[in-house]
Every structure is written in structure tokens, then in C-alpha cells.
């Protein structure tokens, strides 16, 4: 009899185990989307899954008649080299602005955004993973670790509430590092407490946002040739007030001639968690466990 129960336990457990290992392995995917589903302009289209159509924009506050300028299209990701003896190359939207002849005047001057909207706020659970790449052409070694642009420049991309208010920000300013910025920190800006997220201008980051609970925790790992290509992760808070996430925008402010903001593919998961059933069955398993040491200890003492 004990042997029996001792069985049953075993089995639930394991199959509890099982179920729950299966579950975890395989994550859900809400939405994506990539530029290899785009050709020419991709400004009002809406390809892949789970996202809204795109809304390109280009402002110029500069003095009128200055030729300042500014749009997108799809082209070549110059941050993801082609494989080794191949000629084969990494589509990639491209956001990009230019200065008039008076030049850049401050920040703000030329502005050159791509927003789209999720299909549902982003929920607890979620992951948003975006890639990133800063190319202003210039293939210089002396200067593969700062950002040419203006001083006054920022580039990137912003998580963004339904009102368009900013949530969360991943940002390469002038002096050429990622800084990242959230709701907790009234706007200052702030850096992992590892050390800086260093970038190669020419080539590929991914970031990946995990919105960890309902209270606006996240987790953010910065991968690629930051710090090395070692995964960077740092944690911190954004404001849940409005309803969370709803928007992405991709960011090419001041970022002056040649210096174009490139991404190549965006993504919603999340890993599911074990359904209340499965935690039932280890429960169960647990607790015909309990009982067989129990009476396995009455038997002894008999």
C-alpha cells in the first residue's frame, strides 16, 4: 500500500513537472514584425502581426526656406555585417533626418519619428524586443565607439502610453552611449549599475523590455556589441497611471546628415505560466507524498 501511494505521488508529481516544463519552454508570441516584409516606403503600412499601421513624422522648426529635411524608407541594416562569403544583407527600416543651411540650432530642430501602436497595452509577463543600429556611414575604427551626430542629437526608441507620453526611453545621445529612462526617475537619466552601456555605432544591439508585474517593474537586457557582446540587464520602474505601454517610436532627433536610425525587426512574448490545474496536480502529488512519509512513520512506531 505504501509502495502504491508512494507510485501515485511519484507519478503526479512528475507529470505536474512535465507539464509545467512544457509550458515554460514555449513562449507566446503576441506580435511581430520585420523590414523583410517591406519594400520602398513602408509609412502607412501594417505588415507582420499584432502591431498598427505606421505613422512616420517629420518636423522642421527651423527658420522657413533652409532646405532641412527628413523621412524613411526600407534599406540595407548596415550594423548586421552579410555572412562570411556571402553578399546576402539584413533588411532594415530606416529613419533618417538632415539639416537645412542654417544648420542645427539646438534640440528639437529636425525630428524625424516611426510610431506604431500594439494591438493591447503591454501586460505583465510581456517582452518587448526591438534591434538597433546607429549608421551615419562612416566606417572609421577611431570612431566606432562614438556617436558622430550634433551634441545636441538623441536617437533611439521610446515605449510610449495611448496619450504618447513617454514611459520608458532607450536613448544614444551625443556623446555616443545608451542611457535609458523611465517614469520613476522624474526624467533623469541613468545608466546599470554594472557600468555603461558602450555601443559600436555601426553595429546591432537588441534590447529587450520585460514588463515584470502589474506595479511597472521591468527587467532590460541590452545585447549585442555592447559591453563586449556580453548581455547587459538592469532593472527599474516606469508609471502605470495611464494604462502602461500601448506604443513604440523610433527616434532620429538632430541626428544630422548620414546619421539614419535603423531597425530590422520588433516583437510582444511573453512565457506563459502554469495554469491553475497544473499547480492543482502538484499540489495533489505533493500532498499523497505528506501522507505516505506519514504513514510510513505510524507503521515504524507500531
Not at 501586460?123 to 550634433?150: E, H, I, R
Not at 555605432?201 to 529587450?208: E, N, Q, R, V
Not at 492543482?280 to 500532498?287: E, F, K, Q, R
Request: glycine letters at 14%; a negative charge.
Amino acid at each position: 500500500m505504501l509502495n502504491q501511494k508512494l507510485l501515485l505521488s511519484g507519478v503526479l508529481l512528475a507529470a505536474a513537472a512535465a507539464g509545467i516544463g512544457a509550458q515554460s519552454a514555449h513562449a507566446t508570441v503576441f506580435a511581430s514584425d520585420s523590414a523583410a516584409n517591406y519594400s520602398g516606403s513602408f509609412n502607412g503600412s501594417n505588415f507582420g502581426s499584432g502591431f498598427g499601421a505606421w505613422n512616420v513624422n517629420y518636423t522642421y522648426t527651423g527658420a522657413a526656406g533652409q532646405g532641412g529635411g527628413g523621412g524613411s524608407f526600407v534599406g540595407t541594416n548596415a550594423g548586421i555585417p552579410a555572412p562570411t562569403g556571402t553578399t546576402t544583407s539584413t533588411p532594415a527600416f530606416d529613419i533618417y533626418v538632415y539639416p537645412g543651411t542654417g544648420g542645427d540650432t539646438g534640440l528639437n530642430t529636425d525630428i524625424t519619428t516611426a510610431t506604431r501602436s500594439f494591438s493591447s497595452a503591454l501586460a505583465a509577463g510581456q517582452t518587448f524586443t526591438t534591434d538597433l543600429s546607429l549608421d551615419n556611414g562612416n566606417t572609421s575604427t577611431t570612431v566606432a565607439n562614438t556617436n558622430p551626430s550634433t551634441a545636441d542629437s538623441n536617437m533611439g526608441f521610446a515605449l510610449l502610453d495611448s496619450s504618447g507620453k513617454v514611459l520608458f526611453s532607450m536613448i544614444c545621445f551625443g556623446g555616443g552611449e545608451y542611457w535609458a529612462s523611465d517614469g520613476s526617475n522624474s526624467g533623469a537619466y541613468f545608466e546599470p549599475a554594472s557600468g555603461n552601456i558602450l555601443y559600436n555605432y555601426h553595429l546591432d544591439d537588441t534590447f529587450a523590455f520585460n514588463l515584470l508585474n502589474s506595479a511597472g517593474n521591468y527587467s532590460l537586457t541590452a545585447a549585442g556589441s555592447i559591453g563586449g557582446g556580453s548581455p547587459t540587464t538592469f532593472t527599474g520602474s516606469i508609471n502605470m497611471a495611464t494604462g502602461g505601454p500601448t506604443q513604440v517610436q523610433y527616434i532620429d532627433n538632430n541626428g544630422g546628415n548620414g546619421s539614419d536610425v535603423q531597425f530590422s525587426s520588433m516583437s510582444i512574448a511573453s512565457t506563459p505560466v502554469p495554469e491553475p490545474a497544473m499547480l492543482g496536480l502538484v499540489a495533489i502529488g505533493a500532498a499523497a507524498l505528506l501522507m505516505t512519509r506519514r504513514s510510513k512513520r505510524i507503521s515504524k512506531q507500531a
